[in-house]
Every structure is written in structure tokens, then in C-alpha cells.
């Protein structure tokens, strides 16, 4: 395979294919955009001034790096020495805010105007609402109806920020519809900048997007070194909804075999109910928003609809760098159910005293399932706050709540 720079550097090759899944299977009409925008990011990713822009946007505005801590409660349970990269201490409150400043920036080095976005938990959407209005550009948000009802403080944020919040009324309303909406909209309006919120999407979203969140992984690297004398922990765990945060955190590790990688999805209700967002336990190969990847899907190719209490993990596809790493066996999979999410949110609020987004609570909870040799280095990304969650949390709160 011919590989490109700027992937992991033995996974993409010069189309965008990680193995057989990515690629850019797009409408006539986004041929030029998205060769623009694959012209300009390969010119502009080891660009000096660019790169010195978006590193002083990383620290000062977002407050780069985001701390390593040593959960030290969390630790004498597991009986490991657990880390918790606090993404939900960046500005915005997760990760989102690290690929919507790199593609922001890309579209005013393109001289684009309109930035268009999708968004599930709207934490995507709140930080491309925020970096429009920092740079002074024009946004527009497409948001599914329900994800609109149960992310209300995103939307309200999105509002104040000056960004136009289109909900979406189609399918199950949720991310995969906002998604095919702002891809609809792109298709009327190619003038508009797609800044896409994962790692999903046709090439060069994918490695695009992965490169804009691999800071994750080289701050980790830096700061496991201090905290620990080693640069590599033993396993690094994230949950995956199209598998940007993963991918972020992953990135600097993905080479280096003696590190698990391991991805949590969304059971939602369990893998063996039709009520689940378990994409890479229960899809099958497809192609979904311009990328060849897995999917779920019926036997003749229609979307099954997805469900997790969690928005920002309720969708069909994955990104297609998940879809190969599971494949080829580097990356494992654990598929964890609303309840085991909501307990683990629980615990990390007791004994550590963090509320976590219900997506990074997936992630917590693959620490119940996973066997790891007492004393080992975990680091588990914390890819956001959970104050957007609160109205969820609140509604399933556990019997002995308030004792
Ligand atoms: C806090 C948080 N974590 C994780 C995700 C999942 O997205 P990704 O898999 O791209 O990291 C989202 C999506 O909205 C999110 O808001």
C-alpha cells in the first residue's frame, strides 16, 4: 500500500483507504470541494505560520495541553494506575473544539465564509458556534429534533453564540439525519465550508480530522513520561461515536503494539436488541456519509436506525480508521449499555468529584470489563463535562441517590 504522511504512517493510503474501508464516495457536485479542501489541507498541515496560529489558539484560547491526572480513588479500585486526560477541561468543555479551530482556520486560509456543522450531544456544534464567532463567519448547525430536546443547554449555547440552528425532523432525528442534512445543504450550497465533527465523512475527513485531534496523544505521551518515566501507557481507552476522540488519543500509540487500544461503543440497550449503537459488534460493511466503513444496516442496505441515551454516540456508521483497527485486530471493542454508563458517570462523580458527558461515561465503564495486571498504566480519555447531560443524569438517578 502507498501511504501518505499524516496518518498513523502504515494505515492510509493516498485515496483516504484505511485496508479496504474510507475512501470518498461523494455526489458529482463535491468533486472540486473536496479536492479543494484535500489541496489545501496537504498544503497547509506542515505550514509554519498555520501551525504557529492554530498551536497559540491550543493554548491560549482553549487552555492546551488539557491536564493528565492520576486519579488516585478511581486507582485503588481498579488496582491500576488510572489517568484520566481531561479533554472536559478544555474551552467548551470536550475535545470537539481541537479539529473545529484547525478546520476553521483551514477555511479562512481558503477564503470561505459560511461554515456549515452537524451535531449530536451539540458539543461539536458549540465549539464550531464558538470558533465562528471568534473568527467572525457565518454558522449554521443542523442538529436532530431529538438531540435538540435533550441537549437543550447546547442549543441554547449555539443560539448565543450567533450560530443558526437548523433541526433536522427526519428518521429518528438524531446525528445520522443532521448529518445527511448538512451533507444535502453542502451539495446546494458547495460554496459553504463542511467542518465534519468526527472522523467520519468521505477523505479527507478522516485522517483531517484525526490529525487535529492527535495533539490528545502527543500531550499524553509527554505527560506520561513525567508522571510515570515512560512515554507509553499499558492500554489507552475511549469511547467511540464516529471516533474522532479515540482517534486523537490513539494516534501516537497506534504503532507501538505493546499499547491496547481499547474502544467502547454504544450498546444502548444491549447488542442483542434492536435498541443498540454498537456499530462495529453489529454492522456489517457499507457505505455510509461518503466513506466505505461498517455499518448497520439491513441485509439489502437500508440504515437501521441507532440507539444509546447518549447523543453524541447515536450513530449507524464509524469512522473508517475504527472500522480497520477492529478489523485487523489492533483495536478492542467493548459495547457498553446506558445502565453500565450511567453507574460508571456515577462513580467517577463520587469518588473523584468530575461529572462526566454520558459519552466519556462509556469509556469509564469499559474499566468494569476489561482485565488489565494489577499496577499497569490506563489512561482513559475524558472527552468531555457532563453539565450538557444533567436533565439525563437527573432522570435516571439511582435508588439510594442523596444518601
Ligand atoms: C463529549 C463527547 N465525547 C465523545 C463524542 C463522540 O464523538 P467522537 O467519537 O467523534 O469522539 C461526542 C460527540 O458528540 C462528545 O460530545
Redesign the pocket.
Known amino acids: 500500500m502507498k501511504t501518505i504522511a499524516h496518518g498513523p504512517a502504515f494505515m492510509v493510503d493516498e485515496k483516504g483507504y484505511y485496508g479496504r474501508f474510507g475512501g470518498a464516495y461523494i455526489p458529482e457536485i463535491l468533486h472540486r470541494n473536496v479536492k479543494q479542501l484535500s489541496d489545501a489541507f496537504a498544503h497547509y498541515v506542515d505550514d509554519r505560520d498555520f501551525n504557529h496560529e492554530l498551536d497559540i489558539l491550543l493554548s491560549d484560547y482553549v487552555g492546551r495541553p488539557s491536564p493528565l491526572y492520576r486519579a488516585a480513588r478511581l486507582s485503588e479500585r481498579y488496582g491500576a494506575e488510572i489517568y484520566l486526560k481531561r479533554e472536559d477541561l478544555n474551552h467548551t468543555g470536550?475535545?470537539?473544539i481541537n479539529n473545529a479551530i484547525g478546520s476553521v482556520l483551514l477555511a479562512r486560509r481558503m477564503d470561505k465564509k459560511h461554515i456549515i456543522a452537524e451535531t449530536?450531544?451539540g458539543?461539536?456544534g458549540v465549539a464550531t458556534a464558538t470558533v465562528c464567532a471568534l473568527m467572525g463567519m457565518d454558522c449554521t448547525v443542523f442538529m436532530g429534533a431529538t438531540d435538540v430536546m435533550r441537549q437543550q443547554p447546547n442549543v441554547q449555547r449555539m443560539q448565543m453564540l450567533g450560530a443558526r440552528v437548523v433541526a433536522v425532523e427526519s428518521g429518528n432525528k438524531t446525528l445520522k439525519d443532521a448529518t445527511n442534512e448538512a451533507i444535502r445543504y453542502w451539495c446546494c450550497h458547495p460554496d459553504s465550508f463542511y467542518v465534519i465533527?468526527?472522523?467520519v465523512g468521505p477523505d479527507p475527513y478522516p485522517r483531517m480530522v484525526a490529525h487535529f485531534q492527535s495533539v490528545i496523544s502527543r500531550e499524553m505521551k509527554a505527560q506520561l513520561l513525567e508522571h510515570t518515566g515512560r512515554e507509553f501507557p499499558d492500554a489507552v481507552v475511549a469511547?467511540?461515536?464516529?471516533?474522532?476522540?479515540?482517534a486523537g488519543a490513539f494516534y501516537h500509540f497506534i504503532d507501538n503494539q505493546d499499547v491496547r487500544l481499547i474502544a467502547a461503543e454504544a450498546a444502548g440497550m444491549g447488542v442483542d436488541t434492536d435498541m443498540t449503537a454498537a456499530t462495529i459488534s453489529v454492522g456489517t460493511e457499507g457505505i455510509i456519509h461518503g466513506a466505505r466503513t461498517m455499518v448497520m444496516q439491513t441485509p439489502d442496505g437500508q440504515i437501521v436506525e441507532p440507539y444509546s441515551i447518549s447523543?453524541?454516540?447515536d450513530y449507524p456508521g464509524i469512522g473508517p480508521l475504527h472500522a480497520h483497527l477492529a478489523d485487523c485486530g489492533r483495536e478492542e471493542v467493548v459495547a457498553i449499555t446506558d445502565r453500565e454508563a450511567l453507574d460508571a458517570a456515577m462513580l467517577l462523580t463520587r469518588t473523584e468529584g468530575i461529572i462526566p458527558?454520558l459519552?466519556?461515561a462509556h469509556a469509564l465503564a469499559a474499566l468494569e470489563r476489561i482485565r488489565f495486571e494489577s499496577g499497569q498504566t490506563i489512561v482513559v480519555n475524558l472527552?468531555?463535562r457532563g453539565d450538557k447531560d444533567m436533565h439525563t443524569y437527573l432522570s435516571n438517578l439511582p435508588s439510594d441517590f442523596g444518601r
Open positions: 470536550a475535545h470537539k449530536g450531544a458539543q461539536h465533527g468526527s472522523t469511547c467511540v461515536g464516529g471516533g474522532s476522540n479515540a447523543a453524541g454516540l458527558a459519552e466519556s472527552s468531555g
